[in-house]
């Protein structure tokens, strides 16, 4: 596809009008101010033109913290604390979810991220290939990951469901070729798992050169508990020293860390995934990020699932991640626009492990979106990246495109019929909350 003549988000996070982008295959080509149909050295026969004529091409978006199944869940478990959310509604639900209900909860999510940008997501759930099958029909990528959970101090990772479930993912990337589909290793959390299994998983990431994905200092009362388990080690420093920051760790909401944790952190290459409506909503606190960031701390930015958000837009977090920091901080530039989209973009690339991924340039992957700037929120398009984090809503993202393939087009899904997802979506739900 050739965009003709629009305003991009470039390399540099900077807005450049009149600009040409090409894409061939999976990747983007050509990008500069000349139309490339007047260059000798690029071919552009049979490519599909779109006219950019008031329209915004940037990077779409990288979530880097999901439970996209649980859509399904979204409202269920109002008003209750995460520990009292978890024991009296979501586990209960969780033990009647079976593979076909998580993949309509699956497809329904995909429709929901396409929709509000995103093309990629880090999602910790259970029936890996199950679900995963669902957002690879839509045309998403995404990192999986079956969490270790265990409670018992003899039990072993490599007896544990979240050992096997990876294996049965591997054994299912072996039929694709194209790198949509990662594996992730993933340990729940400090509560919910007992050492031994642990260093066992911490390990086996190493090895595999995984990226271990894990719940850290959600709330207050899982960091002061963990010190009382472990001789005054944080969730960090615990995880630290069972091994886990030999590997590359992205760690979900971190909004009780200390500066210590914030340094283990920064001098591990770890990366962060700030889960603003999810913190908010739950009552679990916020991160002061702009402190984060102080100390080299990589910072992402993810959904959370929609059972806790309730929705999966990732520009909502992001416009939120910006406002609470300014807030938390009382100054309006502590986080600027072209910062909180790096972190939306190509900070959650990197995060996954996909170093093309996540800028406009040639040779990278073709994830993109279209924005329309002729909506009467878009205008003035006086500073067109405040308007993207502060004034844009999903509705206005007029184009999804996932390695080169578009996925979203018209606000309607390309590859996936929408209605009968919606159907079996609704169908699901009902079918576990008959067996409550």
């Not at 000798?40 to 915004?56: F, M, N, P, R, S």
């Not at 033990?95 to 329904?108: C, M, N, Q, R, W």
């Not at 959904?303 to 901080?329: F, H, P, Q, Y």
């Not at 973009?345 to 093309?356: E, I, N």
């Amino acid at each position: 596809m050739l965009f003709k003549d629009i305003s991009i988000v470039d390399k540099d996070f900077e807005v450049k009008h009149h600009m040409y982008v090409m894409t061939k295959g999976a990747h983007i080509v050509y990008v500069g101010d000349k139309d490339p149909a007047s260059l000798d050295t690029v071919d552009t026969a049979g490519q599909e033109i779109y006219d950019g004529d008031l329209k915004l091409l940037m990077p779409a978006f990288y979530n880097t913290h999901c439970h996209v199944p649980m859509t399904l869940l979204r409202g269920y478990g109002e008003g209750l604390p995460l520990q009292r959310w978890l024991n009296e509604k979501i586990f209960p639900f969780e033990a009647k979810f079976l593979p076909p209900e998580k993949y309509a909860g699956a497809a329904l999510g995909s429709l929901e991220l396409l929709k509000s940008g995103c093309v990629s997501i880090s999602d910790m759930y259970f029936d890996l290939p199950e679900y995963g099958l669902a957002l690879y029909e839509a045309g998403m990528k995404a990192n999986l990951s079956n969490p270790l959970t265990n409670f018992n101090d003899a039990d072993s990772f490599f007896d544990n469901n979240s050992y096997r479930d990876s294996l049965h993912l591997l054994d299912w990337m072996k039929t694709m070729d194209d790198g949509r589909i990662k594996l992730d290793a993933a340990i729940h959390a400090e509560y919910s798992t007992r050492e031994k299994a642990v260093r066992e998983a911490c390990e086996w990431a190493c090895d595999n050169d995984l990226v271990l994905h894990i719940h850290i200092s959600e709330t207050e009362s899982e960091h002061n508990e963990c010190k009382a388990r472990h001789n005054g080690m944080t969730p960090v420093q615990y995880f630290r020293s069972c091994g886990a920051f030999k590997s590359q760790v992205l760690a979900a909401h971190c909004v009780w860390l200390s500066d210590e944790d914030a340094d283990i952190m920064a001098e591990t290459g770890a990366f962060m995934s700030q889960n603003a409506s999810s913190n908010l909503k739950l009552g679990s606190g916020m991160p002061n990020i702009v402190n984060f960031r102080k100390h080299g701390m990589n910072i992402t930015i993810g959904t959370d699932g929609a059972s806790s958000n309730n929705d999966l837009n990732m520009l909502e977090e992001v416009k939120l991640t910006a406002m609470i920091a300014r807030g938390l901080n009382q100054d309006a530039n502590a986080v600027v626009p072209k910062e909180v989209l790096y972190m939306a973009t190509r900070g959650g690339a990197l995060a996954q492990k996909r170093p093309d991924c996540g800028l406009i340039d040639e040779g990278m992957r073709a994830d993109l979106i279209v924005i329309d700037l002729d909506r009467e929120n878009m205008i003035p398009a006086y500073d067109i990246l405040s308007n993207v984090v502060f004034a844009c809503d999903s509705e206005d993202i007029v184009l999804t495109m996932c390695d080169g393939t578009v996925v979203m087009k018209d606000r309607q899904a390309t590859l996936v019929d929408e209605e009968r997802i919606r159907y079996n979506a609704r169908k699901a739900f009902r079918t576990v909350l008959a067996k409550l």
